[in-house]
């Protein structure tokens, strides 16, 4: 199972947010390519990004971030979200090197816009899904819908899309834990790749997460517990090496 460190973009620094809230930033760097190196040399083997300005304003805000950390690590994959609303946006991504984009809100609002960017950019497409008790939530965060989570990721799983990253939004940001059951339930459910989201804090998560990888979770993403301390990030990635060879 890979572990996947996350920067989060808001007005060119690197932040977290707690459970989305814009207004509730932690500041850890202005210096993202600084942060990302930080990764690298503890044994990152893809990143992931947001672009959170972009994810509220409906459009890219932090794309020469990106860009400057596509620059500085070519080999490095990156998964980038937030912001991504049409095709061309998606393009000037994977132009630029970028290796995944990830749909959220538009996934939601347009469900028939994430088949065309399987279609036009095959093996190149995530979706992202925010859920609070099984239903989605868009927005960032701020608004709950009444989609199911599952159903949802049935029909994206027949459009093509790559994985689906799954957060649950009631311990994202929170360090309370990784809700495993929700995860597994997901996983269990569609056939392409669960990567797992929100309140991973230590290395008891890593390896609970390790006991639900045969369902189908093959990765998952960490942020404000490798900025904090609770988890360190090289020693998650070789537990989690180590318990995926068990």
Known sequence: MLLIPAIDLKDGECVRLRQGLMDDATVFSGDIVAMAERWVNEGARRLHMVDLNGAFEGKPVNGDAVYQVRE???????QIGGGIRDLETIEAYLKAGVSYCIIG????????FVAEACKAFPDHIMVGLDAKEGMIAINGWAEVTDHNVIELGKQFEDDGVEAIIYTDIGRDGMMQGVNIE????????????????????NLDDIRALATIEQDGVNGAITGRAIYEGSLDF???????DELSKA
């Open 72 to 78: 500085a690590f070519p080999d490095l994959p990156i």
């Open 105 to 112: 809100t538009k996934a939601v609002h347009n469900p028939e």
């Open 182 to 201: 929700a995860t597994q339930h997901l996983a269990k459910a569609l056939n392409i790749p669960i990567i797992a989201s929100g309140g991973i804090t």
């Open 234 to 240: 090289k020693e998650g990635q070789a537990l989690s």
